[in-house]
């Protein structure tokens, strides 16, 4: 029974069985986050090959993010389904572009452009307009916006009508700065991320016979994380199709975060439209978070007030999500003085999670910029607690693990392959010297930034000799490099054990059991530019998003200014005031200040009977309502991290000029 292909239909939901089996496009998903989306294509995949339906290597199943389609082949494998090619957009078409320039094209394929920044600097100086570091960022955003909008130089300009031109220039100079970067970019031989996409699309368009040969290998097509795809995207997928209906898309319009380059969630919500034999599953239970965490997430879409028209995208009518899991910790909000007391307080909790058993690999800190990372770094370094800046992305590509492999590999060819020799040099001993000669310690350095990030990508190579050496009776270095090799090929990359910082836009799609939402002030979230209703509903999902990405324990926080000491107060984000609210919360309702643990005697006074925040019976009894809990309701979570923070309190807040308002 264990090899039936029904086997893989176990532990889904009605919905969810529904949509895994079946197995004829085109379906639509539509769910909400956390509501098992991903884990229904990818068992309906499993369920497809198991049950001979499939030929495993004719489905193509798309994903966001390089990290997410390893996942997939992964798990894939271990549902019994290997062989499935699970890549981002980019990955599928490099791959097909590599593989049929030389027939469809002729000669060399160009090289990829890592940055579209010196190119515009270069046609920016032929055309005389000035530039900074700042307007050749905004101008690289707006090809790139152009690009996935599908649009060339000429229909730049219409077509931008109505939207900002980047500052310094009008949408007519834009259009030929567009141009001269894209002969420029010709004239070197170089392509960008975007033309990846284009070549393989116009291949498809122009050459019969490349487009024949892709539509025989890949019958089956499945996208995931579909409300952000692009219509460069769309038109890559369309031409795949061919006409075909053989796809399945799964998508939630609520976590639509990618508009402002050029992704649409109108072809998840036109889907029907476009397939009208189209069969639609929508999945409303949440596996994912507990109910403390759903019902924050719940309000802040809930709480969207219509704008006051005009430049308002349609807003999805939110799905409301409806947990599975048990009852959980309160989430937590917090408020500091500083970024660094901020990031001090997150390494804090950070620790004392670790102390409670979990694992750090099992904890994410997510921001809206990139700029964020550094005070949190700086705080994990000196607390000593091990992080990953960025995902797993692109592992194989750093630097640092291309010159790794580079010297492990003339070292094997070096060593004697005398297996079972006498004091013989073990896998990981080897793999430790040789990276020591490219200047890799044993010890972490103590300052952050590229040297740790570079000692981290070189410490999760150590791990893994490490964690082979000892699944494997027989291990040699030459099978270590076989080993890299394969991971590389299928950017499967070693898991960097630490806690994870990342921007918000990159956390999309994973989890972690606990999830630390920093520096939600104005400005930051939502960001300083973003000014229309439009752009601030996009804020909105992004927070979503990230609230959306915690198993259990979620604390939120701010800091009221950049600096100790620093002029100019920040403000809470406005999407607090609703959570707050949902929390049960008014401002300040507890306020711990340095030194001192007294509720403060401005604390909030409420409207209406005070009721049980654990079973919602009315309270009379001044102690219980001051606890908000009747006599028989267990503590709440945060009066347990009160008593906790008091027991450090004096000397952390000596140290960190604490000012942390539990609400
Ligand atoms: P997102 O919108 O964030 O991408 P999603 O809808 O793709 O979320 P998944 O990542 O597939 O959700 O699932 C969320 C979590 O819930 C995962 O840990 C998954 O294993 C778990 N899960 C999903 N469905 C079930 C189920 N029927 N029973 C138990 N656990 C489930
Ligand atoms: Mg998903």
């Given at each position: 029974a264990q090899d039936a292909p029904e086997a893989v239909l176990e532990g889904l939901d009605e919905e969810q069985r529904t949509a895994a089996a079946t197995?004829?496009?085109?379906l639509c998903i539509l769910a909400g986050a956390g509501t098992g989306k991903t884990r229904a294509i990818t068992r309906r995949i499993a369920y497809g090959v198991r049950s001979g339906?499939?030929?495993?290597?004719?489905v193509l199943a798309v994903t966001f993010t390089a990290r997410a389609a390893a996942e997939m082949r992964s798990r894939l494998a271990s549902l019994g389904a290997p062989g499935v090619q699970a890549r981002t957009f980019h990955a599928a078409a490099l791959r097909q572009l590599q593989y049929f320039w030389p027939v469809a094209v002729g000669g060399t394929m160009p090289q990829i452009l890592d940055h579209k920044v010196r190119l515009l600097a270069e046609a920016a100086k032929r055309l005389r307009i000035t530039t900074d570091r700042a307007s050749l960022r905004d101008f690289a955003s707006e090809v790139e916006w152009a690009k996935v909008s599908t649009l060339t130089p000429e229909g730049y300009v219409e077509a931008a009508t109505g939207r900002e031109a980047p500052a310094g220039v009008d949408h007519q100079s834009f259009a030929r700065l567009y141009q001269a970067y894209e002969d420029l970019k010709s004239d070197q031989h170089l392509m960008d991320f975007e033309d990846v996409l284009l070549f393989t699309a116009g291949m498809l368009e122009n050459d019969e016979r490349v487009a024949a040969q892709i539509r025989q290998q890949y019958r089956h097509f499945v996208v995931d994380?579909?409300?952000?795809?692009s219509p460069l995207q769309q038109r890559l997928l369309d031409n795949w199709l061919g006409g075909r209906e053989e796809l399945c898309v799964v998508g939630d319009a609520?976590?639509?975060?990618y508009s402002f380059t050029g992704a649409s969630p109108d072809y998840l919500m036109q889907f029907r439209r476009s397939y009208p034999q189209a069969e639609v599953v929508k999945l409303i239970r949440?596996?994912?978070?507990?109910p403390q965490v759903v019902s924050l997430a719940n309000t802040l879409l809930a709480d969207r007030k219509p704008g006051l028209g005009g430049n308002e995208a349609p807003w999805p009518t939110p799905l409301q999500l409806i947990s599975q899991r048990e009852a959980g910790p309160t989430p937590v909000l917090t408020e500091h003085p500083d970024d660094d007391a901020e990031a001090a307080w997150v390494a804090e909790q950070v620790s004392s999670l670790q102390e409670q058993g979990?694992?750090?690999?099992q904890i994410a800190v997510l921001y809206r910029?990139?700029?964020?990372?550094q005070a949190f770094e700086q705080a994990l370094a000196s607390a000593g607690i091990s992080y990953q800046l960025?995902?797993?992305?692109r592992f194989f590509s750093r630097r640092e693990i291309r010159e790794a492999m580079a010297a492990l590999r003339t070292s094997s060819l070096v060593q004697?392959?005398?297996?079972?020799?006498?004091?013989e040099e073990t896998v990981p001993e080897a793999v430790r010297g040789v990276l020591s000669s490219i200047g890799w310690s044993a010890k972490a350095p103590t300052s952050t930034g590229a040297v740790r990030e570079r000692w981290e990508s070189l410490a999760a190579v150590v791990a893994l000799a490490d964690q082979l050496a000892a699944e494997r009776e027989e291990f040699t270095l030459r099978e270590f490099l076989a080993e890299l090799d394969e991971r590389s090929a299928a950017q499967h990359a070693p898991t960097v054990e630490g806690v994870t910082l990342a921007s918000l836009h990159s956390a999309k799609g994973l989890e972690w059991d606990a999830v630390f939402l920093a520096g939600l002030c104005e400005g930051l979230m939502p960001?300083?530019?973003?000014?229309?209703q439009r752009e601030i509903d996009e804020e909105r999902r992004l927070l979503y998003v990230g609230i959306t990405r915690a198993r259990k324990h979620l604390y939120l926080s701010h800091a009221?200014?950049?600096?100790?000491?620093?002029?100019g107060r920040r403000k809470a984000s406005r999407f607090l005031i609703p959570l707050r609210r949902s929390l049960g919360l008014e401002p300040a309702a507890v306020k711990i200040a340095p030194g001192g643990g007294k509720?403060?005697?401005?604390a909030a006074t409420r409207k209406g009977p005070v009721t049980c925040a654990g079973c919602g019976e009315v309270l009379t009894v001044a102690t219980q309502i001051k606890r908000r809990r009747c006599e028989t309701c267990p503590p709440r979570y945060d009066e347990q991290l009160f008593e906790h923070l008091r027991a450090w309190r004096l000397d952390y807040a000596k140290r960190l000029q604490l000012k942390a308002f539990m609400v």
């Amino acid at each position: 029974a264990q090899d039936a292909p029904e086997a893989v239909l176990e532990g889904l939901d009605e919905e969810q069985r529904t949509a895994a089996a079946t197995l004829t496009g085109p379906l639509c998903i539509l769910a909400g986050a956390g509501t098992g989306k991903t884990r229904a294509i990818t068992r309906r995949i499993a369920y497809g090959v198991r049950s001979g339906v499939y030929d495993p290597h004719r489905v193509l199943a798309v994903t966001f993010t390089a990290r997410a389609a390893a996942e997939m082949r992964s798990r894939l494998a271990s549902l019994g389904a290997p062989g499935v090619q699970a890549r981002t957009f980019h990955a599928a078409a490099l791959r097909q572009l590599q593989y049929f320039w030389p027939v469809a094209v002729g000669g060399t394929m160009p090289q990829i452009l890592d940055h579209k920044v010196r190119l515009l600097a270069e046609a920016a100086k032929r055309l005389r307009i000035t530039t900074d570091r700042a307007s050749l960022r905004d101008f690289a955003s707006e090809v790139e916006w152009a690009k996935v909008s599908t649009l060339t130089p000429e229909g730049y300009v219409e077509a931008a009508t109505g939207r900002e031109a980047p500052a310094g220039v009008d949408h007519q100079s834009f259009a030929r700065l567009y141009q001269a970067y894209e002969d420029l970019k010709s004239d070197q031989h170089l392509m960008d991320f975007e033309d990846v996409l284009l070549f393989t699309a116009g291949m498809l368009e122009n050459d019969e016979r490349v487009a024949a040969q892709i539509r025989q290998q890949y019958r089956h097509f499945v996208v995931d994380e579909y409300q952000d795809v692009s219509p460069l995207q769309q038109r890559l997928l369309d031409n795949w199709l061919g006409g075909r209906e053989e796809l399945c898309v799964v998508g939630d319009a609520a976590q639509t975060i990618y508009s402002f380059t050029g992704a649409s969630p109108d072809y998840l919500m036109q889907f029907r439209r476009s397939y009208p034999q189209a069969e639609v599953v929508k999945l409303i239970r949440d596996y994912r978070s507990t109910p403390q965490v759903v019902s924050l997430a719940n309000t802040l879409l809930a709480d969207r007030k219509p704008g006051l028209g005009g430049n308002e995208a349609p807003w999805p009518t939110p799905l409301q999500l409806i947990s599975q899991r048990e009852a959980g910790p309160t989430p937590v909000l917090t408020e500091h003085p500083d970024d660094d007391a901020e990031a001090a307080w997150v390494a804090e909790q950070v620790s004392s999670l670790q102390e409670q058993g979990a694992a750090l690999s099992q904890i994410a800190v997510l921001y809206r910029t990139n700029g964020q990372s550094q005070a949190f770094e700086q705080a994990l370094a000196s607390a000593g607690i091990s992080y990953q800046l960025r995902g797993s992305e692109r592992f194989f590509s750093r630097r640092e693990i291309r010159e790794a492999m580079a010297a492990l590999r003339t070292s094997s060819l070096v060593q004697q392959p005398e297996a079972g020799g006498e004091p013989e040099e073990t896998v990981p001993e080897a793999v430790r010297g040789v990276l020591s000669s490219i200047g890799w310690s044993a010890k972490a350095p103590t300052s952050t930034g590229a040297v740790r990030e570079r000692w981290e990508s070189l410490a999760a190579v150590v791990a893994l000799a490490d964690q082979l050496a000892a699944e494997r009776e027989e291990f040699t270095l030459r099978e270590f490099l076989a080993e890299l090799d394969e991971r590389s090929a299928a950017q499967h990359a070693p898991t960097v054990e630490g806690v994870t910082l990342a921007s918000l836009h990159s956390a999309k799609g994973l989890e972690w059991d606990a999830v630390f939402l920093a520096g939600l002030c104005e400005g930051l979230m939502p960001i300083t530019f973003a000014q229309t209703q439009r752009e601030i509903d996009e804020e909105r999902r992004l927070l979503y998003v990230g609230i959306t990405r915690a198993r259990k324990h979620l604390y939120l926080s701010h800091a009221s200014a950049r600096h100790a000491g620093g002029r100019g107060r920040r403000k809470a984000s406005r999407f607090l005031i609703p959570l707050r609210r949902s929390l049960g919360l008014e401002p300040a309702a507890v306020k711990i200040a340095p030194g001192g643990g007294k509720p403060s005697p401005n604390a909030a006074t409420r409207k209406g009977p005070v009721t049980c925040a654990g079973c919602g019976e009315v309270l009379t009894v001044a102690t219980q309502i001051k606890r908000r809990r009747c006599e028989t309701c267990p503590p709440r979570y945060d009066e347990q991290l009160f008593e906790h923070l008091r027991a450090w309190r004096l000397d952390y807040a000596k140290r960190l000029q604490l000012k942390a308002f539990m609400v």
